[in-house]
């Protein structure tokens, strides 16, 4: 009769890895959700009044075609915009107009990937918020 050995196994996961050890021998794996594409919103800002901001790839995988949003003030969608496919750290500056913008001060909210076309190794991370400021120019010349 043949005895079945048995070896005790560690297994170890991180955020990233997986790691299972027996005596010695180890094998890691990449968790398959971080293989994943990933779009964040990195920068907002006013360019004379239109809003620009980026988006970059930060995942592992390319992003397929998406779309993004901008949010005036909390109170719904101003717009939103066709993003071509990004290959992982890939970053593009994209623009709204605020020309018919009202002046004053207000919460920009960019959305990466509103739509929610994306599969994503992080969903929680797709917008910003900034504060931007709208004011009267203070030279108008006329023609």
Not at 111 to 135: P, R, Y
Request: some cysteine.
């Amino acid at each position: 009769m043949k005895k079945k050995l048995f070896f005790p196994a560690v297994l170890t996961a991180t955020l990233l890895f997986i790691s299972v050890t027996t005596i010695g021998i180890s094998h890691t794996s990449r968790l398959p959700f971080m293989s994943k594409a990933d779009l964040v919103i990195t920068e907002i800002w006013d360019e004379q009044r239109t809003i620009c901001y980026n988006i970059t790839n930060i995942g592992k995988k390319k992003a397929g075609l998406s779309n993004s949003a901008l949010i005036l003030d909390g109170e719904g969608i101003m717009r939103d915009y066709s993003v071509p496919a990004l290959d992982p750290k890939e970053k593009i500056t994209r623009r709204f107009s605020a020309a018919k913008m009202p002046f004053g001060t207000h919460e920009i909210t960019v959305i990466a990937d509103c739509s929610n076309l994306v599969s994503e190794s992080n969903e929680s991370n797709n917008s910003k918020t900034e504060t931007l400021s709208f004011e009267f120019p203070e030279e108008i010349t006329l023609d």
